[in-house]
């Protein structure tokens, strides 16, 4: 939902002061293309997969002594003009203490519900070189857009290879339960 602002809001460092106000403090706002954006609540469906991926990540990654500092649907992070926040996302340096995080992430994973149109915020990871993960849950399939690569949709009977975790394959059907 696009929301209006008294004042129009045409920066990143006005989105955040807006974003911090008291009264925002319980709303997602994402800053996407120059417009200010209230992430909705989810399914239940829908909020499990980045859940289940989570536990998967991080136990692989404390298994191998891999760097994980992974966030959820309620962590942001700015990339160039834009804020987002991932349902899911994995960067192998410590999350941010101030709001929002300012370096980003290095996959992230977007779960898309039948009224979303991601083709924005597509663009804006894939510019920026990080890999993205489509999920479709009401499908079953997951895209996946990893940089240099052409896209790649993965099915239940899949294994997604994760490149920039060195060993982990996400076999689809754990993610859809």
């Not at 989105?15 to 925002?24: M, Q, R, T």
């Not at 990893?146 to 790649?152: E, K, V």
Request: aromatic residues 10%; charged residues 20%.
């Amino acid at each position: 939902m696009v929301l209006q602002t008294r004042q129009p809001i045409k920066t990143v460092d006005e989105f955040i002061a807006y974003a911090s106000l008291p009264e925002n403090a319980d709303r997602n706002l994402e800053f996407i293309n120059g417009k200010v954006v209230e992430k909705l609540g989810s399914t239940t469906q829908n909020a499990q997969v980045p859940l289940l991926l989570s536990a998967v990540v991080v136990t692989h990654c404390d298994t191998n002594n891999i760097p994980c500092f992974v966030t959820g649907a309620d962590g942001e992070y700015c990339i160039g003009d834009w804020c987002f926040i991932p349902d899911f996302a994995y960067k192998q340096t410590p999350v941010s203490t101030t709001f929002p995080d300012h370096v980003p992430p290095i996959w992230a994973v977007e779960v898309i519900s039948a009224n979303e149109n991601p083709a924005a915020k597509r663009r804006k990871y894939t510019q920026a070189g990080i890999l993205l993960w489509e999920v479709y849950p009401d499908e079953r399939v997951i895209d996946v857009y990893a940089p240099g690569q052409s896209l790649a949709t993965y099915g239940v009977g899949s294994g997604i290879p994760v490149g920039v975790i060195s060993g982990l394959i996400v076999k689809v059907s754990k993610l859809f339960r």
